[in-house]
């Protein structure tokens, strides 16, 4: 390969907890890069003397101005910079896409370096549905503010997906469960490291075995969709529609009890009609 990488922004996803998931294509962009941006240089710094590579490295993180942001993006013309998170693929629940943004908005070039992610490791711990799936990052440390926002979704026929430490697993947990039901659910743990685990069950069961046991270390969650609701059979509909008979028409009890089980009207009204003759 030649020397210099191709000038611009290259986003590099690093291990998330294995180093030796590090992709030969990655260690190369960080041999080569003439700059590291890294949310945490002191956790990059192990990674590059693990690879044997030195190469400047300057902190970029949420805190960082507009200021630096903008001298960075100044640099890109003529300077290939890596960005890198300190585990697993940077702008996935870490910073980033102002810097992505503003390096497209000047004009240059954004390349990828794609990698480890713990949020797709987790899915493929879970044995739960993959087909759509929906990213939480962390919930809202209070209750409040998690509540509302594990009811926003409660609705969204797909897996979730959420980042959790290990004090506040018990909590949030009890808050899914509640505000969800009792889907059936996973907490993937030290992903690719020495301990990994990945433990499932439903909220219910989950919420209880962590309630006062906190783990240690990265943890993901991942909770199913909402589980299909059964029919209403025949029996359960006659004794609604009797019911609801006795004060409405066939037309209303037929609406009526249409919503109340969930099923069409065209199906409650044909059997009001038989059931009031």
């Not at 102002?98 to 490791?121: E, F, N």
Request: contains cysteine; negative net charge.
């Amino acid at each position: 390969m030649n020397d210099k990488l191709l000038p611009g922004l290259h986003i590099v996803a690093t291990p998330i907890g294995n180093l030796g998931d590090l992709s030969p294509r990655a260690a190369d962009t960080l041999r080569r890069a003439e700059k590291i941006l890294a949310e945490d240089t002191r956790v990059t710094g192990k990674l590059l003397a693990h690879i044997g590579v030195k190469v400047p490295m300057q902190r970029y993180d949420d805190h960082s101005s507009e200021a630096e942001r903008a001298h960075f993006v100044s640099m890109l013309a003529d300077q290939a910079i890596a960005l890198v998170s300190d585990a697993g693929t940077p702008l996935i629940s870490d910073p980033g896409y102002k810097l992505v943004q503003a390096a497209r908005a000047a004009g240059h070039a954004v390349h990828t370096v794609p990698g480890p992610s713990a949020l797709i490791a987790a899915l493929t711990l879970a044995g739960l549905p993959t087909d759509r799936f929906l990213f939480l990052g962390f919930l809202p440390s209070k209750a409040k503010a998690r509540a509302d926002a594990i009811a926003e979704v409660s609705s969204v026929r797909a897996s979730l997906v959420l980042y959790e430490s290990g004090p506040r697993l018990g909590d949030c947990l009890a808050a899914l469960a509640a505000g969800l039901g009792s889907r059936d659910a996973a907490v993937a743990r030290e992903i690719t490291k020495l301990h990994e685990e990945c433990i499932t069950g439903t909220l219910d069961d989950l919420a209880r075995r962590y309630a006062d046991a906190p783990p240690k270390g990265e943890i993901v969650i991942v909770v199913g969709p909402p589980r299909e609701a059964e029919e209403a059979s025949d029996e359960q509909l006659d004794d609604a529609l009797d019911r609801a008979l006795q004060s409405l028409s066939a037309s209303r009890a037929a609406a009526q009890v249409a919503e109340q089980l969930n099923i069409p009207r065209k199906r409650a009204y044909a059997r009001a009609l038989e059931r009031s003759r």
